[in-house]
């Protein structure tokens, strides 16, 4: 069997650990999972009950073009139907850029560390990768364009990027794209979009018109608190779009993702509140740090980024123990770092108690 060969050096997606079985490891009857950056409020009520609604059509196919999550959602961005693509969450719409323009005859540009799926997908598709490293948690755009070539087809921005939580101030995105060619694709990676406060945190869908050479990812994964239906898009000029369709699957988006996506889009109080709290969380972290003498990254995301000072295994393990997950950095790229998701004030009182103790013995 010739599998691809790039195929052999890569592994499955390692999840975070699993709630049930960290209690029946630990003997544990509360364990908290703060690793995928998941909502802790869950999702809006509304979006609960259009999936019951949708329990009696099961049997019949989703409607592949999405119609109406599409309407609902080009008039909530203040975009063109045709401008949207949507996928099986980002994730999806990540694997059909790399699959619609990345070839073993290309090479692409990205960050690191970074999302590892831009990474992950481009291997699968033979092509030319090249890495830039951050530089104090962000993105290094000019040693970025520095990589650019002739056969480079797609550059990777992920703002804020995961799992740094930094972002990209307006100014500097723009000075980058004017410097990127017109033959690169660059992906504006902006999952945690809906958590950002910053004020010159740039509005990029006002860019599509000046820039058809730019595709932006949200997701209805983080804020909306609908990771488990697997819902995100793509919104680009409308000629990128009807290019890069055929890659997608016909069936991507499930008929109770696409009901549960038009609710939430109902209930903006929703995601106001939980950027609010998610404030106030961080809030909580950054004094942590700040007492503990700890280094960290300022996050415009729903999980924050802690050095240690030791390996982050370490720490990991400790937490683990006690009945938290988080993200140990070892994974990440970060050896001695956590990222930590964002709770509820509770959890995270909680956790930074056993931080604490963690950090002074
Ligand atoms: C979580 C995440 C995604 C993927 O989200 P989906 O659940 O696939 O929509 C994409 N990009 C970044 C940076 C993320 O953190």
């Given amino acids: 069997m010739h599998v691809k060969e790039q195929l052999l050096t890569l592994k499955p997606y390692q999840p975070g650990k699993p709630i049930e079985e960290v209690k029946k490891e630990f003997n544990l009857s509360k364990v908290v999972k703060l690793a995928s950056n998941e909502n802790p409020y869950g999702c809006s009520e509304k979006a609960k009950q259009a999936i019951l609604s949708e329990m009696e059509q099961l049997a019949i196919y989703p409607d592949g073009y999405s119609a109406l999550l599409r309407t609902k959602l080009a008039n909530h961005l203040g975009v063109r139907e045709e401008e949207l693509i949507f996928g099986n969450g980002s994730d999806e719409v990540v694997q059909i850029i790399c699959r619609a323009l990345l070839s073993p005859e290309t090479n692409t540009v990205m ?3 970074t999302f590892p799926q831009y990474k992950h997908n481009a291997i699968i598709e033979g092509t030319e990768i090249r890495e830039v490293p951050l530089v104090n948690g962000d993105h290094d755009l000019d040693a970025m364009l520095n990589q650019v070539d002739e056969k480079t087809t797609v550059m990777w921005v992920c703002t804020p990027n995961n799992p740094t939580g930094t972002y990209i101030k307006e100014n500097v995105l723009l000075e980058f794209l004017q410097k990127v ?3 690169v694709l660059v992906v504006l990676d902006e999952a945690y979009y809906e958590y950002v406060v910053a004020e010159d945190y740039p509005q990029t869908i006002e860019l599509l018109k000046d820039y058809p050479n730019i595709i932006i990812l949200r997701t209805f994964s983080k804020a909306y608190g609908l990771a ?18 055929p890659a997608r699957e016909p069936f991507n988006t499930s008929r109770i993702g696409q009901a549960a996506a038009i609710a939430a889009l109902d209930d903006v109080d929703f995601v106001l509140e939980c950027r609010e709290k998610n404030q106030k969380g961080l809030q909580q972290f950054y004094q942590f740090c700040e007492e503990q003498k700890l280094d960290y990254y300022r996050s415009e995301g729903n999980f924050i980024l802690i050095d240690f000072n030791r390996d982050s295994d370490e720490v990991f393990g ?3 123990k006690k009945g938290y997950i988080v993200r140990s950095g070892n994974a990440l790229g970060f050896p001695t770092h956590l990222r930590i998701t964002i709770g509820t004030e509770q959890q995270n009182a909680e956790i930074i108690e ?3 103790e963690f950090v002074n013995h």
Avoid: C, F, S
Avoid at 231 to 240: K, P, Q, T
């Fill in 354 to 356: 056993v931080l604490k």
């Fill in 181 to 183: 060619p017109k033959h």
């Fill in 318 to 320: 400790a937490l683990l």
């Fill in 111 to 113: 960050a690191t560390p």
């Fill in 228 to 245: 488990a239906l697997r819902v995100g898009y793509g919104i680009a000029n409308a000629d990128l779009i009807r290019k890069i369709e």
